[in-house]
């Protein structure tokens, strides 16, 4: 789908249909030239209320409020609405009262996520007709807006919604074709078609080298070899060093305390993280953000086999410490473990981990949430902030000292689960703590991902399957962080 920024009104604009926003809920806007239509046909701009009128070749969608986010869903269920009508183009008015770009972003961003379709193995394709949507300059109060600050807010969405439906690609393939080593073959190739983003990928024999003991044993029943993938992306004269580490489960059955079939499916799911870590590099670039950003992957996969890690074993990770194994199923925190020790070589200003760690979380916060975890309120608010700007939905949920002691082992330094049931996923963030060293600890951020990096139903501008989790949060954070940098510049001047 191609987005232009037409220098006009809207009015003056040729497309097959129009698209209309319906945030006056009182139907007096000039756009909405129908309104007489609406009773009849019982349109109220209710909440996800669509009425398309094929005579008139328009679509009116509610939209609940100037928020960027209600703007994503509205554009999205209009697109959804016209999907399979014959139209080649469609025009739209740019709503905002007073920030452009954000809102011009928003729109790119709605129609790019909501236009989104995995049908890698589909025998037939749905053919989009739609192939161009024209994005008039005039704004919702009549006023025009500069073509220039509209193009670039435009490619911006464009650019971070990209990422996140790549994101969901390898979310949404199957594990026979999304193994580890195609994994890091995938983060090659994409390392080569952007800028300033450099690839190095360990094989197992890296692992070894590096003493990698809690990793190495979830690997260790699968056929499939684990790796560990490291995309750098290092612009000239970077201002700060932010380090992603993402789990890349590309399989989790739960190895020998093995998933319940009802709960293993989906579990190709369990590399969202990792996925979200690649492509916030391949935002990064693209946006030729000013600092360096590292994704840190540990893709394996977490099987059942004659020599397989078992629940007694006591494996020594990378950091020194000795963990008793209780629960093969509790594999995610073993692996990050490892690649959270090896990413902190890197010497971060901001060390991020992105993990579908704990079925607690989703039991806590709901599918559609993202679990925030760390020591620093300041980071964890900041990344709160950016992710509600996003369009992701986060809530930040609390250590304690009490959870801490539920780790501990008799035979180990920690053990891989809590005693108790309760509280889960905090305590596998708190295991995860465990191998954060102490100059690192105010540094850190924890994102459980798992309810709302796969919903089996489809969301808002979300796809039935993989949404991409974690992306647009940890971009909007970075590009957040940019414009203070550039902001405290201009006040030194
Ligand atoms: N990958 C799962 C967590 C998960 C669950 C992700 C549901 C997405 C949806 C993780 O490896 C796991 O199995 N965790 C266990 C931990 C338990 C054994 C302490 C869980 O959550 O049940
Ligand atoms: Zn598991
Ligand atoms: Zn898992």
């Given at each position: 789908?191609?987005?232009?920024?037409?220098?006009?009104?809207?009015?003056?604009?040729?497309?097959?249909?129009?698209?209309?926003?319906?945030?006056?809920?009182?139907?007096?806007?000039?756009?909405?030239?129908?309104?007489?239509?609406?009773k009849?046909?019982?349109?109220?701009?209710?909440?996800?209320?669509?009425?398309?009128?094929?005579?008139?070749d328009?679509?009116?969608?509610?939209?609940?409020?100037?928020?960027?986010?209600?703007?994503?869903?509205?554009?999205?269920?209009?697109?959804?609405c016209?999907?399979?009508?014959?139209?080649k183009?469609?025009?739209?008015?740019?709503?905002?009262?007073?920030?452009?770009?954000?809102?011009?972003?928003?729109?790119?961003?709605?129609?790019v996520?909501?236009?989104?379709?995995?049908?890698?193995?589909?025998?037939?394709?749905?053919?989009?007709?739609?192939?161009?949507?024209?994005?008039?300059?005039?704004?919702?109060?009549?006023?025009?807006?500069?073509?220039?600050?509209?193009?670039?807010?435009?490619?911006?969405?464009?650019?971070?919604?990209?990422?996140?439906?790549?994101?969901?690609?390898i979310?949404?393939?199957?594990?026979?074709?999304?193994?580890?080593?195609?994994?890091?073959?995938?983060?090659?190739?994409?390392?080569?078609?952007l800028?300033?983003?450099?690839?190095?990928?360990?094989?197992?024999?890296?692992?070894?080298?590096?003493k990698?003991?809690?990793?190495?044993?979830?690997?260790?029943?699968?056929?499939?070899?684990?790796?560990?993938?490291?995309?750098?992306?290092?612009?000239?004269?970077?201002?700060?060093?932010?380090?992603?580490?993402?789990?890349?489960?590309?399989?989790?059955?739960?190895?020998l305390?093995?998933?319940?079939?009802?709960?293993?499916?989906?579990?190709?799911?369990?590399?969202?993280?990792a996925s979200?870590?690649?492509?916030?590099?391949?935002a990064?670039?693209?946006?030729?953000?000013?600092?360096?950003?590292?994704?840190?992957v540990?893709a394996?996969?977490?099987?059942?086999?004659?020599?397989?890690?078992?629940?007694?074993?006591?494996?020594?990770a990378?950091?020194?410490?000795?963990?008793?194994?209780?629960?093969?199923?509790?594999?995610?925190?073993?692996?990050?473990?490892?690649?959270?020790?090896?990413?902190?070589?890197?010497?971060p200003?901001?060390?991020?981990?992105?993990?579908?760690?704990?079925?607690?979380?989703?039991?806590?916060l709901?599918?559609?949430?993202?679990?925030?975890?760390?020591?620093n309120?300041?980071?964890?608010?900041?990344?709160?902030?950016?992710?509600?700007?996003?369009?992701?939905?986060?809530?930040?949920?609390?250590?304690?000292?009490?959870?801490?002691?539920?780790?501990?082992?008799?035979?180990?330094?920690?053990?891989?689960?809590?005693?108790?049931?309760?509280?889960?996923?905090?305590?596998?963030?708190?295991?995860?703590?465990?191998?954060?060293?102490?100059?690192?600890?105010?540094?850190?951020?924890?994102?459980?991902?798992?309810?709302?990096?796969?919903?089996?139903?489809?969301?808002?501008?979300?796809?039935?399957?993989?949404?991409?989790?974690?992306?647009r949060?940890?971009?909007?954070?970075?590009?957040?962080?940019?414009?203070?940098?550039k902001?405290?510049?201009?006040?030194?001047?």
């Amino acid at each position: 789908m191609k987005i232009e920024v037409v220098n006009k009104a809207i009015k003056n604009i040729k497309a097959d249909c129009e698209i209309i926003l319906v945030v006056d809920k009182n139907f007096e806007h000039k756009w909405i030239e129908d309104r007489d239509k609406f009773k009849k046909l019982g349109f109220k701009g209710e909440e996800d209320e669509v009425l398309f009128l094929p005579e008139v070749d328009r679509v009116y969608s509610a939209c609940s409020s100037f928020e960027p986010d209600d703007i994503r869903v509205s554009i999205s269920n209009a697109l959804k609405c016209i999907k399979k009508a014959d139209y080649k183009s469609a025009k739209v008015g740019l709503y905002t009262k007073k920030c452009p770009p954000i809102n011009a972003r928003a729109l790119a961003e709605g129609i790019v996520l909501g236009s989104y379709s995995f049908d890698k193995y589909k025998s037939k394709r749905d053919k989009l007709s739609l192939k161009s949507i024209k994005v008039s300059t005039e704004d919702y109060s009549g006023n025009t807006y500069s073509l220039d600050s509209t193009k670039k807010a435009i490619k911006e969405g464009i650019i971070i919604a990209e990422a996140t439906n790549r994101a969901k690609d390898i979310v949404n393939t199957t594990p026979f074709d999304m193994t580890p080593s195609k994994l890091a073959e995938y983060a090659k190739n994409l390392s080569k078609k952007l800028d300033n983003v450099e690839c190095f990928i360990g094989d197992e024999k890296f692992l070894k080298k590096e003493k990698m003991g809690a990793f190495l044993a979830v690997a260790k029943a699968s056929t499939n070899k684990p790796r560990l993938i490291r995309l750098s992306y290092k612009p000239k004269n970077a201002k700060k060093r932010f380090v992603f580490v993402g789990k890349g489960l590309t399989y989790d059955s739960g190895g020998l305390s093995l998933k319940p079939s009802d709960y293993m499916v989906t579990m190709k799911s369990d590399k969202s993280g990792a996925s979200a870590a690649l492509h916030i590099i391949k935002a990064a670039s693209e946006l030729k953000l000013p600092f360096e950003v590292h994704a840190i992957v540990g893709a394996a996969e977490n099987m059942i086999g004659g020599n397989a890690y078992k629940p007694d074993d006591v494996l020594k990770a990378r950091s020194g410490k000795t963990i008793e194994v209780r629960n093969t199923d509790a594999e995610g925190r073993l692996v990050l473990a490892d690649c959270l020790d090896f990413a902190q070589d890197l010497k971060p200003d901001y060390l991020v981990d992105l993990a579908t760690l704990t079925g607690a979380c989703v039991v806590a916060l709901g599918e559609y949430t993202t679990g925030i975890m760390g020591h620093n309120s300041k980071l964890k608010h900041s990344i709160s902030f950016s992710a509600k700007k996003s369009g992701e939905l986060t809530s930040t949920l609390p250590f304690n000292r009490y959870l801490k002691k539920l780790l501990k082992s008799s035979i180990a330094d920690i053990s891989n689960i809590s005693i108790s049931r309760y509280g889960g996923a905090i305590t596998a963030a708190l295991f995860l703590d465990n191998f954060i060293k102490d100059e690192y600890k105010d540094r850190w951020l924890h994102l459980d991902i798992a309810g709302p990096a796969f919903v089996e139903k489809e969301w808002g501008y979300n796809q039935a399957g993989a949404s991409g989790a974690g992306v647009r949060m940890c971009v909007y954070w970075l590009k957040d962080f940019a414009n203070k940098l550039k902001n405290t510049h201009k006040e030194v001047k």
